[in-house]
């Protein structure tokens, strides 16, 4: 007579849960990151040269798919000391744009630079876990009032990004158009009923309901509404709520992904900026574990966690590196997922880790879900942005709110946050200084944390 299956509570990390659960709790995760998964590979392919659709770009978004989903497993349930056993869902980085931009300008583009890329990337990756390997000694420079800081920054750097795909995505043509506020105001509005005005599978995932209603309501306004748009000089253009079925025919069924699709090369000028942006990575991961931790599970993350999460981002980097795709790393968007669900059962988020192995392994899987418009996306993407922020002022506010910590989060926020965040005003500064602190605000505001958490005086 077999044993009958003990279930665990998808708001408890270990256990298992059903798979009627665990696989819309698992795809919400993927749907959450999926873009932004593939954006940075799309950005540094072009800049490189890498003609859009080729077959090699293809390969190289094909791997991104499957790399996430490998690398979140092994955060997920660790492999030796790779791994903080951590409700975190990895994927490619877009903090490394603009280090990688400016390698592929310096090298002159083309695969060459891209090579360089990748080559900096597996030196960066062991860079970071030596960091992960070390976080013990270096532990007393991320109290919670520096932690804190840098995932309010990290939360505060995302709104305006969720603000933006809300509107159909800043780059859209019709960005702001009334088609685009409606899907984005009906999908927000649903996850917030669903969340609060039911039990069971709809409540909890209620993120991958309100979306499923959103690709629906697109659909049917597909049918009824005029999908082209002209622009003030008279031209014609597809609007950003359409979706693009022909994306999904033609894509493959099945595919087998290349290893080192791009030949590896080691170059001094790529390797400097890309490992300064390591470590920079490294203090943001600190933030995104520190963040799903309270927000998720109400508590601070231990040693263990922080250097096993920094050591899988390394480690995993590297083994992206060797199929050509960028450095892979904490996702704030699924923190932000995890901290306004609370669901971080292990199962549920593995289960999404294998959606994007399939995406991955059969491409026409992961058609289906980059069709997704910009506003159905940003609909989901305003309401949980904001909840790292939530966060955030948790983790500050775990210990009283003296002058000192006061000052602390005050200059970080002021000086660090709004210099990232206004990349205008270092414009007089070298450029090696302004890839680092200009991308966005949370650097910057970790630094300044550190530095003044290290600097004032202890109060009695």
Known sequence: MSKAVTYSSPYEFEGRIPLKQAVPLGLQHVLAMFVGNLTPVMIISGACGIAAGSDLQIALLQNAMLIAGIVTLIQLYAVGPCGGKVPIIMGTSSGFIGVCNSVAAMMGGGPLAYGAVMGASIIGGFLEAVLGFMLKPLRKFFPPVVTGTVVLSIGLSLIAVGVGSFGGGTAAKDYGSLENLFLGLLVLVVIIVLKHCTKGISSTASILFGIIVGYIAAAVMGLILDPVGVTADGVEYTKAWVLNWDKVAAASWFAIPQIMPVDIVFDARAILPICIMFIVTAVETVGDISGVMEGGMGREATDKELSGGIVCDGIGSSIAALFGVLPNTSFSQNVG??????????????????????????????????????????????????????????LITKHPMTARNISIVSVALGLGYGLGANTAVLTSLPQSVQLIFGGSGIVPAAVVAILMNVLLPKED
């Open 337 to 394: 997922l995890v901290t306004m669900t609370k669901i971080v059962n292990r199962s549920a988020l593995a289960v999404g880790a294998l959606f994007l192995i399939a995406c991955g392994l059969f491409p026409k899987v992961g058609a289906i879900i980059s069709i997704m418009p910009q506003s159905v996306l940003g609909g989901a993407a305003v309401m949980m942005f904001s909840s790292i922020v939530v966060s955030g002022i948790q």
